[in-house]
């Protein structure tokens, strides 16, 4: 056999090989129901998307209040967690464990930006950053916790989900003041978030305060 042909042979097979442990290991393929990302950004959010009907919850938070970093770290600004966690050497580790510590829920991936490790609160209104920021997660400027090629790239996908597909929390403003710190408290953010990453998006009231039901932003449902 020519040796070009068993060189083609070779790689072919590698390349299966690398295709079915990428599918194998997917998250987005796994026959989970859900796949829920955290994004560490000016707005930090955590968004639970429906695979079966294309459907996501999405929380969000202030980086500037104090939140309970998992592991005995104490208090830290939300926005400065990357930072003790690029100090500690588990930046990965940290983020994900505090988002899963505000949500109450499983992370499964985490993104953050590869040059900034503190944020600060953006002035903007939350829809406003989500829509102008979410095109810019990419390998260029943000890190993925996951070097699964097929999740990186549905991952993306996720996040320009149709504004109507999308139910929107706000948490910014559900912390306690002490000594005139702002703090977030699990045990408190879990009446506000109880079953929210697991309901179904159709079934809340559209007079349900807290959820801003962006059906009337028709300009963007093309996204």
């Given at each position: 056999?020519?040796?070009?042909?068993?060189?083609?042979?070779?790689?072919?097979?590698?390349?299966?090989?690398?295709?079915?442990?990428?599918?194998?290991?997917?998250?987005?393929?796994?026959?989970?129901?859900?796949?829920?990302?955290?994004?560490?950004?000016?707005?930090?959010?955590?968004?639970?998307?429906?695979?079966?009907?294309?459907?996501?919850?999405?929380?969000?938070?202030?980086?500037?209040?104090?939140?309970?970093?998992?592991?005995?770290?104490?208090?830290?600004?939300?926005?400065?967690?990357?930072?003790?966690?690029?100090?500690?050497?588990?930046?990965?580790?940290?983020?994900k464990r505090t988002f899963e510590e505000l949500s109450g829920a499983f992370v499964d991936i985490v993104v953050y930006p590869k040059d900034s490790a503190v944020i600060d609160?953006?002035?903007?209104?939350?829809?406003?950053?989500?829509?102008?920021?979410?095109?810019?997660?990419?390998?260029?400027?943000?890190?993925?916790?996951?070097?699964?090629?097929?999740?990186?790239?549905l991952l993306k996908k996720t996040l320009r989900l149709r504004m109507d597909k999308l139910v929107i929390l706000s948490l910014e403003k559900d912390y306690f003041k002490k000594?005139?710190?702002?703090?977030?408290?699990?045990?408190?953010?879990?009446?506000?978030?109880?079953?929210?990453?697991?309901?179904?998006?159709?079934?809340?009231?559209?007079?349900?305060?807290?959820?801003?039901?962006?059906?009337?932003?028709?300009?963007?449902?093309?996204?």
């Amino acid at each position: 056999m020519d040796s070009k042909i068993k060189l083609f042979l070779l790689f072919g097979f590698l390349f299966l090989l690398i295709a079915a442990a990428q599918v194998k290991t997917s998250i987005f393929l796994s026959k989970r129901e859900r796949v829920s990302i955290a994004v560490f950004g000016e707005k930090p959010y955590v968004l639970s998307y429906d695979k079966k009907n294309h459907l996501g919850h999405l929380a969000y938070f202030d980086p500037n209040i104090l939140v309970n970093v998992p592991g005995g770290y104490g208090w830290y600004r939300l926005g400065s967690v990357s930072l003790l966690g690029k100090i500690e050497g588990q930046q990965k580790e940290l983020l994900k464990r505090t988002f899963e510590e505000l949500s109450g829920a499983f992370v499964d991936i985490v993104v953050y930006p590869k040059d900034s490790a503190v944020i600060d609160r953006t002035k903007s209104a939350f829809v406003d950053y989500f829509l102008s920021s979410r095109s810019k997660i990419t390998p260029n400027f943000y890190k993925f916790s996951t070097d699964n090629i097929i999740d990186r790239f549905l991952l993306k996908k996720t996040l320009r989900l149709r504004m109507d597909k999308l139910v929107i929390l706000s948490l910014e403003k559900d912390y306690f003041k002490k000594n005139k710190k702002s703090y977030y408290r699990a045990e408190l953010l879990d009446s506000r978030l109880k079953g929210f990453f697991y309901q179904d998006i159709f079934s809340s009231s559209f007079s349900d305060p807290p959820f801003l039901f962006c059906l009337f932003y028709l300009k963007f449902l093309s996204l």
